[in-house]
């Protein structure tokens, strides 16, 4: 977890110094960007610690690789490839910064969904 909070306030950090090279737009994506990957990264240490407490996963896609690459490797595979797409979008394909803004309000339901599951596996 130590490697990905230095990725992300590396993130932050080059998004607000876009920001102050007269490019406000391209900071704030740096800073949306930074926001999405911490909020996969919660996701992802949220559903590993449901595992870790005995939780089972509900998305057969995730299920499965899983079941093939086990869960660790899974979860990172599928928490980073998000971010990836998403810097791809913002940086190579220049899609607007605010698509990104509906999909950072689905992950905090997620991320407060797997916390609800985690304590209700813990208390169990």
Known sequence: MN??????????????AQA???EPWQGLMGVMLAIFAL?????????YQIFRFGGIEENPAIAWLMKHLGVYWALVVWKVSPVI???????????????LAPVELLYLWVIAHNER????????
Do not use: C, F, V
């Open 39 to 47: 909020e996969n990264a919660l996701d992802g240490w949220t559903t």
């Open 85 to 99: 797409g998403a810097w791809a979008a913002l940086y190579i394909w220049h899609a607007p910064w605010q698509l």
């Open 20 to 22: 102050y090279d007269g």
């Open 117 to 124: 599951q985690r304590r209700k596996h813990i208390r169990s």
């Open 3 to 16: 490697r990905i909070t230095i990725a992300i306030a590396a993130m932050l950090i080059a998004g607000a």
